[in-house]
Structures are given as C-alpha cells and as structure tokens.
Nanobody, 121 residues
Framework: QVQLVESGGGLVQPGGSLRLSCVASGSIFSINAMGWYRQAPGQQRELVAVITSGGSTNYADSVKARFTISRDNAKNTVDLQMNSLKPEDTAVYLC???????????????WGQGTQVTVSS
C-alpha cells in the first residue's frame, strides 16, 4: 500500500506565496519522478512541475520563474514553492509519483488526494 499525502494549500492574495509538501509512504522500493499537477473546475488536469530522482526538473510555461520544485529522496518528499501567485493559479494541486514497490516490479503512477490552492483578494 502506497500513500501520497499533500499539505500546505490554502487561501492567499495575488502576489503572495505558498509552499506545498507531499510525502510518499508505504511499500516503496524506488521512486523515479515526483511531481505536481493541478486541476481547476471544468478544466483538464495539467502538469505544473516534475523532478526526477537525479534532480532534473521540468515546469509548465505558465509557472516558470515563479514556482520551484524540490525533492528529498531520503524522505520521499517533494515540495513546491509557489511565489508571485496569480488568480489563475487557483486549482486543486495533486502530488504524483512514478514508483515501484519491489525489485523488478513495474513502475506505477500514484496520486495524492489533492490540496486546494485559492488565489484571491
């Protein structure tokens, strides 16, 4: 059993900052990539940022230079520092991990429950 639990969402004014955290726990052998996605009402889920076990990162164009993703491989955690937040960043943010649960087992995609981020004055 693998769980991803997010924390750190909330209400913030435009221009403000929030830091999201996600911890993966359970029967984990290795984690390849970890990342953050978001989904606004009536819209498709979209990639926000992803980081590999080696530290390579990729960001959506809409968040480049404002958001920073980081990861602690020893603790199985991934954080998203969000600065200069805009109303269009409002969404449910979901943690994602590509991981295997045993030596030689397939890599599966796991999701957290999500945390709400609302940017509004």
């Amino acid at each position: 059993q693998v769980q991803l639990v997010e924390s750190g969402g909330g209400l913030v004014q435009p221009g403000g900052s929030l830091r999201l955290s996600c911890v993966a726990s359970g029967s984990i052998f290795s984690i390849n990539a970890m990342g953050w996605y978001r989904q606004a009402p009536g819209q498709q889920r979209e990639l926000v940022a992803v980081i590999t076990s080696g530290g390579s990162t990729n960001y959506a164009d809409s968040v480049k230079a404002r958001f920073t993703i980081s990861r602690d491989n020893a603790k199985n955690t991934v954080d998203l520092q969000m600065n200069s937040l805009k109303p269009e960043d409002t969404a449910v943010y979901l943690c994602n991990a590509l991981l295997s649960t045993d030596w030689g087992s397939p890599i599966y995609n796991y999701w957290g429950q999500g945390t709400q981020v609302t940017v509004s004055s």
